[in-house]
């Protein structure tokens, strides 16, 4: 997105701050309605709680829930994850990414099948399934925001911003993140910093956070105790910073292939099933792994968790989200990056202790958090604001988590280049030899 004087009129236009409210408030309802929706179906396939926003986690509910529940929980998600993505792909009209429709005005999200594809993720996570919940909301209100765009007959370059807010709102109201979400918006969607952009994402983003407080809340999404910075802290952030960029390189080369070798057509809903099934007998002995890793994340940031358990749960959510893609399956890896990164640094962080012991395994679980889902989704100003904004951690906790942060991307960056140039090298002996 270029930048735009600050004296361009068009940008002061009655129809933008129109669509700019309007946009916040539909977003806002649609994530409120989603998350609400998530809450109701993981009370009926696990029984605890209230229907509606309950003092009892998911993960203590499913928990508390038999073996045999979990199995068959699991059986419906793959069930309906099976069944429910060949009908869209099968008769649906073909999906529109958030990007393609901020791009193209032309290019709209087809409205039944983007919901119906949202609805979807956030039924399966409910019963279970290891994904993410944040794409659904984005693609809400990048629907509703892009019919909106339209209706009031917004230029190309406002469109663009419009759909991208919307997305952002989305993500605001399901996590009550608005500042967070604004920047993602400007990081990761539109790449760009400019006074227009940065003016409407955090208007919409907070319109969108206020109006899901009325389904949702006004809560954080994980509680962490305090916890003091420790100069062994900082020093672990600076060493392990690289070792979570790698991490987080092999993840997504491992998921970016799942996705291209998706299963479809008949092979879809046999995977699926299969896959969820296989999840449900592993919950028999480690009910953790449902869901999207808000649990296992929450027991690390608590100091519950054992290096031998965090390992344990670091590997297999890795295994189970690759598997889950692989099926056929769609769900965002926010939150999973999140637990994955928590995991693995309990694992460092325990490690470092036994040399340096002068933090609570809960406070390299926060560092760790934020420089895997940095570098794992390249947002790395986002994973920042985002880790500080899910927890109302102590300001103190942005140094290492800077620290972190930057060598994380680093390495990431050089992983990245690196696995370029060897692709690139037979190419060019063949042309070599030609």
């Known amino acids: 997105m270029k930048d735009v004087s600050p004296d361009d009129p068009s940008w002061l236009s009655p129809r933008l701050l129109a669509a ?42 499913v928990t508390a829930a038999s073996g045999s529940r979990r199995v068959v929980a699991l059986a419906i998600c793959g069930l309906a994850a099976g069944v429910g993505w060949w009908l869209i792909y099968r008769y649906g009209r073909p999906l529109v990414t958030v990007d393609q429709s901020a791009d193209d005005p032309d290019r709209r999200m087809p409205p039944a099948t983007t919901l119906a594809h949202a609805i979807l993720q956030i039924v399966t996570v409910a019963l279970g399934s290891p994904l993410g919940r944040e794409a659904a909301p984005r693609q809400v209100g990048a629907l509703a925001a892009g019919r909106l765009s339209m209706l009031l007959r917004l230029p190309a370059q406002q469109h663009r911003l419009i759909v991208a807010c919307g997305a952002g709102a989305g993500l605001a109201a399901v996590y009550n993140v608005p500042l967070g979400a604004a920047v993602f918006v400007l990081e990761v969607l539109l790449g760009s910093f400019a006074w227009p952009a940065a003016a409407i994402a955090l208007a919409t983003c907070c319109i969108g956070a206020v109006v899901a407080w009325a389904g949702l809340g006004n809560d954080i999404q994980y509680a962490v105790p305090a916890m003091d910075i420790s100069t062994g802290l900082v020093a672990w952030a600076i060493l392990a910073g690289p070792i979570f960029g790698s991490a987080a390189h092999g993840f997504r080369r491992l998921t970016a292939a799942a996705r291209r070798n998706a299963a479809r057509g008949w092979r879809l809903p046999v995977a699926c099933l299969l896959n969820f099934l296989l999840i449900g007998v592993l919950a028999i002995y480690l009910p953790a792994l449902l869901g999207n890793g808000k649990g296992p994340a929450q027991l690390a940031f608590d100091n519950e968790l054992t290096i031998a358990m965090a390992a344990a749960l670091a590997v297999l959510k890795m295994a189970v989200v690759a598997t889950t893609l692989r099926a056929g399956a769609e769900g965002g890896l926010l939150t999973p990056a999140i637990a994955i990164g928590a995991a693995l640094a309990v694992v460092l962080g325990g490690m470092w202790s036994l040399a340096w012991p002068a933090s609570p395994p809960g406070a390299f679980a926060v560092v760790g958090a934020a420089a895997f889902l940095a570098s794992s989704m390249r947002m790395p100003l986002t994973a920042i604001v985002l880790i500080v904004e899910f927890m109302r951690v102590d300001q103190a906790f942005l140094v290492p988590i800077i620290l972190a942060v930057a060598g994380s991307v680093g390495a990431s960056r050089y992983c990245a280049a690196r696995a370029a140039r060897l692709a690139a090298a037979p190419d060019d002996a063949a042309r070599n030899a030609s």
């Open 20 to 61: 700019t409210i309007l946009t916040g408030l539909v977003a806002g309802l649609g994530g409120m309605l989603l998350g609400m929706l998530l809450h109701a179906v993981q009370h009926l396939a696990y029984g605890y709680g209230a229907a509606g926003i309950g003092h009892e986690s998911f993960l203590q509910g």
